[in-house]
C-alpha cells in the first residue's frame, strides 16, 4: 500500500459528554464503573511484568488479534535488546474482555492478582470503563491502544491510565470534513447507544454543524437490537444525501437494511468510522456481490499506514489478518518499557510519572533500542511510535495523531485513501 499523504487538520475543542464511556476501537459493556477490589500488584521486583485484557470472544473478537500479537511482538523486540532494566520481560499474563463487564472484570482481576505492573487494554472503551478503578486501584498502570472516548481525558485515574488511540475529539471532526469535502450537506447520523457511539456521534455531529452542513438526524439504537426497521424508517425520513454509521459488527445488518432502502452507497454517501473498518465488512453485508460497498468511506485511528511495521508483524504472527489497532498497542508496550528504563524501575507508581516524557520534547526516536541508547547516554527522548508522533497531553493521550480515510471498491477491498494528521488545540 502506498504511503498516504499527511495533512494537518486543527481540531476544534470537543466538551466531554456525560454520557460518553466506550470509544472505539472500543464500547460495549459501558455502565458505571464497577468499584475495585483490592489486588496485588505494584511495587518492584526488578523486572517488567504486563499482561491484557483485551477482546477474545464478543463482538469486538476480531481486534483481539491484532492488538495480543502486537504486544507480543513488541515485547520480543525488547528482549531481543536486552530486556527493561537488564531483565527479560515475562510472557504476556492474558484474560478475555469480551462484550460484557462481568467477563472484563473477572480477567482484569486474575491478570492482577499474578503481579503485572502495566496491562495492556481493554480495547473497547465501555470494558476499560468496567475495569480501570480496578487497574488504577491497584497501581498498575494501564494502557489501552483502541479507546476513544473522549470521558477518559478527565477521568480521575490517579495518573494511572494512559491510552496510545486518539480521542474521538480528533476522529469526529476528520469524519466531519471528510463528509463536507464529498461535497454532502445533509447528513444523518446513527450510532450506538454506548459510550463510543454517543462520542463519536457527537463530535462528528458538532464539527458538521460548525462547517455549515445540517445534521437532519442523530439517532442512536440499542446494540442488542435484531430489527433496524424502524432505525431505516428515520433515516429515510430525514432525506439525507450522507448516512454515518457509527457501529460494530451489527452495523452489518444496518447497512443491509439501508441498502434495500436505496439508501447504500450507490445513492447517497454512507460513511464509518473504526467500528466498522475491517477487510471482512463487504463479504458480511453482501456475502455474492463485494461491490455493494464500493465507494463507502469511513475513518479510523491510522493502523495501516505504517507498511513497513504492518509487514513485520506479519512476519511474526503470519496467520495475522486484521491489523487495526496493532501499531497503537505496540507504541503502548514500549512506551511502558522506555518509561520503566527512564524511571530506573519497574514500579508503576514511579514511571507512571515518565510516560508522558517519553513522547515529546526531547531527542526523537523510533524504536526501544534507539530510545534506550539515548536514554543510557542521559539525554531526554521523544518516541514517534509506529502509530506516528504521539506527543502525550498531560491527560496521558496522543496531542497529535493519524486518522486515516478508507474506503471500499468495486472488488471488496479495503483501501486507505488518505492519512490526516490531526491535533488537538493547546
Do not use: W
Amino acid at each position: 500500500m502506498n504511503r498516504a499523504r499527511v495533512h494537518t487538520v486543527i481540531v476544534a475543542a470537543l466538551s466531554a459528554c456525560a454520557l460518553l464511556a466506550a470509544g472505539c476501537g472500543g464500547g460495549g459493556g459501558g455502565g458505571e464503573p464497577a468499584p475495585a477490589p483490592p489486588a496485588p500488584a505494584g511495587g518492584s521486583d526488578g523486572t517488567l511484568k504486563l499482561g491484557y485484557v483485551l477482546p477474545q470472544t464478543g463482538q469486538l473478537a476480531y481486534l483481539g488479534p491484532p492488538q495480543i500479537q502486537a504486544a507480543r511482538y513488541a515485547g520480543s523486540l525488547i528482549n531481543q535488546a536486552g530486556g527493561v532494566l537488564g531483565q527479560p520481560m515475562p510472557e504476556l499474563v492474558g484474560g478475555d474482555e469480551s462484550d460484557q463487564a462481568a467477563v472484563a472484570q473477572q480477567s482484569a482481576d486474575r491478570v492482577l492478582a499474578s503481579g503485572v505492573d502495566a496491562l495492556i487494554g481493554a480495547a473497547a472503551s465501555g470494558q476499560s470503563l468496567a475495569i480501570i478503578d480496578r487497574v488504577t486501584g491497584a497501581k498498575v498502570v494501564q494502557c489501552s491502544g483502541s479507546n476513544t472516548a473522549p470521558n477518559f481525558t478527565d477521568y480521575q485515574d490517579q495518573g494511572f491510565y494512559f491510552r496510545t488511540a486518539p480521542s474521538d475529539a480528533l476522529q469526529g471532526p476528520v469524519l466531519a470534513n471528510t463528509i463536507i469535502s464529498d461535497g454532502r450537506s445533509n447528513v444523518a447520523i446513527v450510532a450506538r447507544a454506548d459510550d463510543y457511539g454517543v462520542g463519536l456521534a457527537k463530535a462528528t455531529s458538532q464539527a458538521l454543524q460548525e462547517a455549515g452542513a445540517t445534521v437532519a438526524l442523530n439517532e442512536t439504537y440499542d446494540p442488542q437490537t435484531q430489527n433496524f426497521d424502524a432505525t431505516v424508517q428515520a433515516v429515510q425520513g430525514a432525506r439525507p444525501d450522507a448516512v454515518v454509521v457509527i457501529a460494530f459488527e451489527e452495523g452489518t445488518q444496518l447497512i443491509q437494511g439501508l441498502i434495500e432502502a436505496g439508501l447504500g452507497p450507490d445513492a447517497v454517501g454512507v460513511y464509518g468510522a473504526d467500528g466498522l473498518r475491517s477487510e471482512e465488512l463487504p463479504g458480511l453485508v453482501a456475502p455474492n456481490d463485494p461491490a455493494v460497498l464500493a465507494g463507502m468511506k469511513g475513518t479510523a485511528p491510522a493502523s495501516a499506514a505504517n507498511a513497513e511495521f504492518i509487514a513485520n508483524l506479519k512476519k511474526f504472527a503470519p496467520d495475522l489478518v486484521e491489523v487495526q489497532f496493532a501499531p497503537q498497542v505496540f507504541d503502548c508496550v514500549n512506551i511502558i518499557a522506555l518509561a520503566a528504563e527512564v524511571a530506573g524501575t519497574d514500579d508503576p507508581a514511579v514511571f507512571k510519572n515518565e510516560m508522558v516524557g517519553v513522547t515529546k520534547g526531547g531527542t526523537k526516536c523510533g524504536s526501544f533500542t534507539e530510545c534506550r541508547k539515548l536514554v543510557a547516554g542521559g539525554q531526554d527522548i521523544d518516541y514517534d511510535g509506529a502509530s506516528g508522533p504521539l506527543e502525550f497531553t498531560p491527560a496521558g493521550e496522543p496531542g497529535t495523531a493519524s486518522i486515516e480515510i478508507y474506503s471500499y471498491n468495486e472488488q471488496g477491498d479495503l483501501v486507505t485513501l488518505d492519512t490526516v494528521q490531526a491535533t488537538a488545540p493547546q
